[in-house]
């Protein structure tokens, strides 16, 4: 059990350079590569209470500061910075910890499982003064840097809907996830379109469907395992969003993906490993006179390294790298997550630098958390409506 009290000596980041320890190294190590190849981290450590594990990443990417207990990294005067890739339940008390110790910080999704556990992290990102950023991966997709560029420039006209998914089977995967609350891991679905339209989720209604196994029911007491949710958005007029996210028990390919209907142009990405639509609707109508001429084609979302320190462009797509221990087998690393990962690494690293909130500050993670936290309220209540709290961003 982690439990800092109050806020350790901080170490100021000088010459542009900070100090992180990546901690959880199951999908945290996609990260320390990309880490120590950005012009702005002076080093990396990693930890890990999988020793083998530890030695096994510390071995691939020739890391030498390596720590089996995370207390050793937060009392440690050698960081500055922790990135968060553990198992969920422990995000939020891992983040006040990472906090309240003087370390600036980022976490894996979500950013907690309860409205308080939200509201705590955005006060200590307040009082402590540090940067703290929830690493979403759909906000840094090459899908959502195409279309939000399309609506920047008005090619979808105003907005009418929006709706997304997150279907995952997650059998075999770590004890942790067994049974858990579907809208309780939601922001994949729900932040690249509230961050498109810079929008709020103000209320909900979310239905459970299906049936689970009660060995899994009973582990949080969620029956459930598919969740689908309607919310109601704060655009400036109304706009809905429907959102579905399935854990268990149920025949679909995994999928990530977002559609956008506009009056003039609409996106739709319905198979994860398929490109998306764009459809587009003329002025005139149709020769019979019914209905619009509507055009569609396939689109490519065009790479974003461009974006990106030369060190570590290469990360936004495969890159094959050496296995020390199995020389004759190559590793892929990078492109994981539609290529978001160094962006989200790149947009933490600069916000510490540059001392500005992230992107994805504490408020800005909870606008994109609560959602789901109250989706899974109210589907447990019979669909009950259920009001979402506001949080303003960090000025």
């Avoid at 982690?2 to 010459?15: F, L, T, Y």
């Avoid at 983040?95 to 308080?116: D, E, F, Q, Y």
């Avoid at 809905?240 to 609409?266: H, K, L």
Wanted: glycine fraction near 6%.
């Amino acid at each position: 059990m982690v439990a800092w009290q109050g806020s350790q000596r901080r170490r100021r980041v000088d010459n542009d350079k900070i100090r992180i320890a990546v901690v959880g190294l199951g999908f945290g190590s996609e990260f320390p590569q990309i880490y120590a190849d950005h012009p702005n981290v002076e080093y990396v450590g990693i930890c890990d209470v999988d020793v083998k594990r530890l030695n096994d990443c510390g071995d691939l990417h020739r890391i030498e500061r390596r720590h089996s207990n995370i207390e050793d990294v937060l009392g440690s005067d050698d960081y500055d910075t922790v990135h968060l890739c553990t198992p969920l339940h422990s995000h939020a008390q891992l983040t006040l910890a990472a906090l309240r110790s003087g370390k600036h910080c980022a976490c894996a999704v979500p950013m907690g499982t309860s409205l308080n556990e939200l509201r705590e992290i955005i006060d200590a990102e307040r009082e402590t003064g540090l940067r703290y950023m929830m690493m979403e991966t759909q906000v840094y997709s090459h899908h959502y840097f195409y279309v939000q560029a399309l609506h920047e420039a008005g090619e979808f006209g105003r907005i009418q809907f929006m709706r997304t998914h997150d279907y995952h089977d997650m059998e075999g995967f770590a004890d942790w996830w067994r049974g858990l609350p579907p809208m309780h891991y939601a922001t994949h679905a729900v932040s690249p379109l509230l961050a498109i339209t810079q929008s709020e989720a103000t209320s909900v209604r979310c239905l459970g469907s299906g049936v689970m196994s009660q060995e899994y029911t009973q582990i949080y007491g969620n029956p459930y395992p598919i969740e689908t949710a309607l919310f109601t958005i704060d655009a400036g007029y109304d706009l809905a969003m429907e959102a579905t996210v399935s854990r268990f028990a149920t025949s679909r390919d995994s999928m990530e993906s977002f559609s956008i209907y506009g009056e003039a142009a609409s996106f739709e990405w319905q198979m994860e490993l398929e490109l998306p639509v764009l459809f587009r609707m003329s002025k005139e109508l149709k020769k019979n006179g019914h209905g619009r001429q509507i055009t569609h084609e396939r689109v490519t979302p065009p790479e974003t390294s461009k974006l990106l320190p030369a060190e570590i462009r290469k990360y936004t797509r495969h890159e094959v790298i050496p296995d020390p221990a199995n020389p004759h087998i190559p590793l892929l690393l990078g492109h994981a997550h539609h290529g978001s990962h160094p962006h989200m690494v790149h947009e933490f690293v600069r916000s510490i630098i540059e001392n500005r909130p992230s992107r994805i500050d504490a408020p800005t993670a909870a606008q994109w958390t609560a959602p789901g936290i109250c989706a899974h309220e109210s589907a447990m209540g019979g669909g009950m409506i259920v009001k979402i709290p506001s949080y303003s961003p960090t000025e």
